[in-house]
């Protein structure tokens, strides 16, 4: 795609919308978790903190087994990753293997902590001056406080702020569109906080240096633009502009929604930010407010607890490491015919084994579904190339020809479709008649490619290895061949030396 | 605590099927089936059933010998289009054993020895027609005129008779009761020197196409619109065909008109409006991306005319479909859509 | 009939000069065949092959001396790999060279460790740091895997171990292949 100056185009973010292509209508079915306001769950027996909360490695705990912590203090930290810190004050109980919320169902060492009830906070470091702050200390202190992206990349936002910041950003995009259906957590935060996310709005940025901010909202129900620009003028920003998105999914996918909204793409292999737009969610920017202005660190999230399966619907400020079935009981139990509870959505959710797996960073909804919410009409067909599957795509890609190539091990011709750039978000899995599961092909495949990546890299630098070592041994061999050369050579001129001057020098002789 | 059993996401679907598909497919060629029968006589049912039946008869064979599952390929009606769609392109007096030969090619060799559903590179109606064609000229070439003009209209019992034992009813013969077609008629006429406007004054024509044939091409059109109103097909492809056909054959029939037939003539003879809308839209054989479908129509249009034109055989679509099918995978590779951020 | 003799004759000649002209004219330059079997190959350098190290049994594949299932880290699919790209049928690995493993790195016991770097001028990619009377490590990132270092190490102190297998090397699975779930029992 052609144009002249894309960061000047993206200046004008907001003013008006465009359609990405592909894409579907969905039924949101999310007025059922936001019949009640949104309440904070009671204290349960334990609270499982996995050490794998964002993207990167498992993090370093700073507490043991025994050790009494306060509520958010720090108790693991895994650089450059976002700090982890305890929900509540109590005791740690140990630090074990625990079943994780991951798409992999493995274990993996979790601090498990018995509350004390005395909900005790650690002592707080808030900014009491923002304005006359540097944002450097801005930055640290959103490390400090373990911030991260809170819709579901779990990406540490100090990293993505100190990014943004080198690379003059002029437009922070606040991503309140919460495309999949049922997931209502972001909603009914802008509904009951919005001047929290316009004070965390402002805060970053302030931090990014950025010119005017754009709050993206797909308002399924109504009221929410109304109480964020009613927030904003509250707050005498004039640098804040909401603006009502298309209800079309996957519009809330960061790449999606920066089409809408400025009419520009993102470059492939390129991030957001060669545009000059950073995108977070609003509930990041709800606790970055927390964060900066209270010190306080993110231990709690909003978290939508539905589906037909579940028998009261609402949505939880939920402790991290709350097991669902608390929260689960907490709304009544399950339904008579329950089969499958997913964390994330119908579209891109994953499941899991066992309802005793804790809120992380990441998990914005629990869903619980039915048997028959999940059974297909039909079994798995071949597929019939009727080309449904790229009409919806919303990255312009051909599903059926990365599905063929996926299962036939064609890594090359994979990756020059563009199999790396698929966003996962099912859309062409629904629309597809055959009822492949091509969003599971295509995680399988994504795998598989970074796999050969890595491989390949390590063999490349294994055969640089092995060259070097022949290229210096090959060396060694010539010196030493060529100072043997020398050495005869000189013992001949000697000898030659000798016997034409006729004269035994013992001098001479020596050397 | 409870456990759960584990499902890959997404974690809701759609009602729809490849069943689904295939029938609304068929149901809206059930509009031209209809005008077809009231046009030319019950011989088209026959041949319908005929195909069908010998069409099941092969895939349940084949899916048999390569051992797999029976009840969900033999369920999705594909076996089943392929049949109808191959029976409206013959004659409806042809012996039943010309079905029996090109459904075994057409399923066996066309389909599933490609690999069965959703692999075959050719499609099989047309691969089908095209080897009893070339084989059998003689009873593939024994139309019959339109009910109105017919000496002698077959009935139900007739057409039965003829179907199965190949034995005329008493007193007639093959010539009195056969007719050329109007495209056939058409070409012969130019060829032999007459004027287009004086070939036409012949009963056979109606107003703008054969007589019947323009009837039952109408008919066609209109499931045609029906499934592009669905999105079961998209427009590319039929409009790329029409187009073609009529874009190519306006200069022609503005330079000399006594020459050449006008566009519209061409367009609702033979079976051009049929795959326009129900062959080339075969998703299998055909273009992936919207750009590929375009061209593809264009590539059947084009070679549909020049066969009329210049070609042996009075109409050419069959052969324009399967040489389109072998650049269906050439044009993909070279009109891939751009993808994000690309 | 002599014009269709004639006749096919001027076109057999016309299109193989066209053939033979587009030849050389639309030749696609590509890597020599050596360096892309090498690029295919795992870069172990264990000899297992028969060959001390990757290039030398790249470039017997390439002058036909060698097969191209003597290979055992590469597996299976390194044979497909080279079986596609230089057109030659596909075999199962040959057991004399050995059997395909996973992947293991090596680690070395530092209490037994004499420091006589025997196992550092044997190791193909230096993957092992150390010095004479000093203590020898392997580096892990480095290590191939090719088990070289063992035969020369006097006092044992070389283990073979697993590598490690976290999170991070979790990768989605491949989904079922039943085409037909519904019915197939």
Sequence with gaps: MNYADPVEAARDAGKRTHHFHGGLKLKHN???????????????????????????????????????????????????????????SGTVEAIENRLMTHSSGMTGPCVV???????????????????????????????????????????????????????????????????????????MLMREQPEKIVLGARILRRALGAEQVVIAIEDQMGAVQEALTYAAECAECTSILVVKVTKIYPEGGERQLIKVLTGLEVPAGGRPSDLGLVCQNVATAAAVADAVLEGKPLIERYITVTGNGILHPRNFLALIGTPFSHLVEACGGYTEDVARLVVGGPMMGYPVSSDSTPVVKASNCILALTQKDITTPQAEMPCIRCGECSRACPASLLPQQLHLQIRNSMWDEAQEYGLLACIECGCCDFVCPSHIPLVQWFRYGKGQLRQRAIETQATDIARERFEAREARLLRKKQERAEKMARRKQMLKDKVAHKTTANKPDGKEADA | ???????????????????????????????????????????????????????????????????????????????????????????????????????????????????????NVFNPAMVGYIVVLISFPQAMTAWLPPLALAEYGMGLFDSLVVIFTGHLPASLSWDTITQATPLDTL?????????????????????????????????????????????????????????????LSLPFWMADPDGNPFPMQHVFSGALVLAAFFIATDPVSGCVSNRGRLIFGAGVGIITLVIRRWGGYPDGVAFAVLLMNMAAPLIDRYTRPRMYGE | MLTAILTLTVLGLALGLGLGWAGIRLKVDTDPVVDRIDALLPQTQCGQCGYPGCRPYAEAISKEEADINQCPP??????????????????????????????????????????????????PVDAIVGAAKLMHTVIESECTGCNLCLPPCPVDCIDIIETTTGISQWRSPRPAENLYPATAQ
């Design chain 3, 74 to 123: 590469g597996g299976e699919t390194g044979i497909r790999a080279l079986a596609d790209l230089l057109g030659r049928e596909e075999k199962p690995l040959n057991p004399e060279n050995g059997e395909e493993k996973p992947k293991t790195v090596v680690v070395i016991d530092e209490l037994r460790c004499i420091g006589c770097t025997l196992c550092i001028q044997a190791c």
């Design chain 1, 30 to 88: 999310k007025h059922i978790s936001c019949l009640v306001p949104v309440k904070r769950p009671p204290l349960p027996e334990f609270l499982v903190v996995p050490l794998l909360q964002h993207a990167g490695d498992v993090a370093e705990p700073f507490v043991k087994a025994g050790d009494h912590v306060l509520k958010g203090q720090q108790i693991g930290l895994c650089e450059p990753c976002a700090a982890i810190h305890a929900p509540t």
């Design chain 2, 1 to 119: 605590m409870r456990n759960f059993e584990i499902g890959g996401a997404p974690h809701m679907s759609q009602q729809i099927t490849v069943a689904r598909v295939m029938l609304q497919v068929l149901l809206a060629l059930v509009p031209g089936i209809l005008a077809y029968t009231w046009f030319f006589g019950p011989g088209i049912l026959i041949q319908i059933l005929l195909a069908t039946g010998f069409a099941l008869l092969f895939e349940s064979l084949m899916l048999r010998f390569r051992g797999q599952p029976l009840k969900p390929f033999i369920n999705d009606y594909s076996a089943v289009l392929t049949a109808v769609l191959f029976a409206l392109c013959i004659p409806p007096l042809a012996p039943w054993w010309i079905s029996c030969i090109a459904m075994l090619f057409a399923i066996v060799f066309a389909k599933h020895l490609y690999g069965g559903l959703g692999q």
């Design chain 1, 113 to 187: 902590i018995r509350p004390d009830g005395k909900d005790q906070w650690v002592e707080l470091k808030p900014i009491t001056d923002v304005l006359n702050t540097s944002s450097d200390s801005l930055i640290n202190q959103l490390q400090e406080c373990g911030i991260a992206g809170l819709g579901g990349a779990v990406f540490p936002t100090h990293t993505k702020t100190l990014d943004g910041r080198e690379r003059q950003i002029h437009t922070l995009i606040l991503n309140g569109s919460e495309c999949e259906p049922y997931i209502s957590c972001d909603e």
């Design chain 2, 187 to 247: 070409k012969t006429g130019v060829e032999s020197g007459r004027m287009v406007s004086e070939i036409r004054q012949s009963p056979l024509f109606g107003e703008f196409g054969g007589k019947g044939w323009e009837w039952i091409a109408n008919w066609f059109a209109l499931g045609g619109l029906y499934l592009l109103y669905k999105r079961v097909i998209s427009w590319q492809v039929p409009l790329a065909v029409i187009g073609s056909v009529v874009l």
